[in-house]
């Protein structure tokens, strides 16, 4: 299975017994999944967005309010996408400055990166 869909349906909830081995890496592990998902989610919906527009723009048949209507689906879902980028850069800024873990909400595999590892 494509690492993507592997990173998408994992378990958002961190394994750990509640009385012997949570702890607030379990905690930051959990939270870090929830913006994960919320992420992906937001750049699915973003790049299906542009595809709508572009498939509204080659059906307009040169209706000039329909190709203005595919323009601000297209401007919506980039707009969309750069916003997402930036939350996620800066959520990842706070994380290294507050905690001794890295989040790289690009990395499908590992987005939570801690102790130097």
Same mark, same amino acid.
């Given at each position: 299975? &494509?690492?993507?869909?592997?990173?998408?349906?994992?378990?958002?909830?961190?394994?750990?017994? &509640?009385?012997?081995?949570?702890?607030?890496?379990?905690?930051?592990?959990?939270?870090?999944?929830?913006?994960?998902?919320?992420?992906?989610?937001?750049? +699915?919906?973003?790049?299906?967005?542009?595809?709508?527009?572009?498939?509204?723009?080659?059906?307009?048949?040169?209706?000039?309010?329909?190709?203005?209507?595919?323009?601000?689906?297209?401007?919506?879902?980039?707009?969309?996408?750069?916003?997402?980028?930036?939350?996620?850069?800066? +959520?990842?800024?706070?994380?290294?400055?507050?905690?001794?873990?890295?989040?790289?909400?690009?990395?499908?595999?590992?987005?939570?990166?801690?102790?130097?590892?």
């Amino acid at each position: 299975m &494509p690492e993507f869909i592997t990173r998408y349906f994992a378990q958002i909830v961190p394994d750990c017994d &509640p009385t012997t081995t949570c702890d607030t890496n379990a905690l930051l592990q959990l939270i870090v999944n929830i913006l994960q998902f919320l992420i992906d989610t937001a750049l +699915i919906v973003a790049v299906v967005s542009i595809m709508w527009g572009g498939l509204l723009m080659l059906t307009s048949g040169g209706s000039s309010s329909k190709i203005t209507n595919a323009k601000k689906a297209i401007t919506a879902a980039v707009t969309g996408i750069i916003i997402v980028t930036v939350a996620a850069t800066l +959520i990842s800024i706070f994380i290294g400055l507050f905690t001794n873990c890295e989040f790289h909400w690009w990395d499908f595999k590992n987005a939570l990166v801690c102790g130097g590892s």
